[in-house]
Every structure is written in structure tokens, then in C-alpha cells.
């Protein structure tokens, strides 16, 4: 079993900045590909970012790409989603999933879970 805790959402401005934290437990944190994703309303969950099992590499939607990274604390078994430039159009919830093999984009591929913590990006 894997146990996620996700923090660090709010209200921000368009152009501002937040980092968001999701600490992992229950297996060894090295070995887990920690992936971000979202859900806006009546939308479904996209991916947002991944840092994968293998050499920490990372990899991240088009539509983040340059203004979000992700990283990762194996010390402290937390994964980081630092988020800058954001747009109303970022607006979701934030997840962030576990899995024990290779990265993937896809929702289903993720076997554990976090509760989400809610960003929003007024204007």
C-alpha cells in the first residue's frame, strides 16, 4: 500500500505562483513514479507532470511545460509541483498518484491515490 497527501493549493492570481507537495508513505519513495494530474470541472483527469522510477527523469504536458516542475526530496519522501506564470485556465484540482513500474500518462496506469487539493487562478 502507497498512502499520498497532497497540500499547498489556494487562490492565486493570474501570473502568480504556488508550489504544491505530495508526501508519500507505506513503500520505499525512491522507487515510486509520483505523477500530477488534474480535473477541472466536467472535464476529465489529465496528466500534468511525472517524475519517473528510472534516474528521476521527468516528463510534463504541453500545456505546463516551461512554467510547471516537478522534483522530488527522497529524504523527506515528498514530490513537489512547483507551478509559476499560472492561468485561469489551470484551474483543478490537483492530484498527485503512484505507481511501482515505468511512467505514464494515463490516469488508469496509477495504482494509489491522494485526496487532491484544489487550485484556483482568478483573474
Known amino acids: 500500500q502507497v498512502q499520498l497527501v497532497e497540500s499547498g493549493g489556494g487562490l492565486v492570481q493570474a501570473g502568480g505562483s504556488l508550489r504544491l507537495s505530495c508526501a508519500a508513505s507505506?513503500?520505499?519513495?525512491?522507487?515510486?513514479?509520483i505523477g500530477w494530474f488534474r480535473q477541472a470541472p466536467g472535464k476529465e483527469r489529465e496528466f500534468v507532470a511525472v517524475?519517473?522510477?528510472?534516474?528521476?527523469?521527468?516528463y510534463y504536458a504541453d500545456s505546463v511545460k516551461g512554467r510547471f516542475t516537478i522534483s522530488r526530496d527522497n529524504a523527506k519522501n515528498t514530490v513537489y509541483l512547483q507551478m509559476s506564470s499560472l492561468k485561469p485556465e489551470d484551474t483543478a484540482v490537483y492530484s498527485c498518484a503512484a505507481r511501482t513500474t515505468l511512467y505514464s500518462y494515463y490516469p488508469n496506469d496509477y495504482d494509489y491515490w491522494g485526496q487532491g487539493t484544489q487550485v484556483t487562478v482568478s483573474w
Open positions: 517524475s519517473n522510477w528510472i534516474g528521476g527523469s521527468t
Open positions: 507505506g513503500r520505499p519513495f525512491s522507487r515510486l513514479t
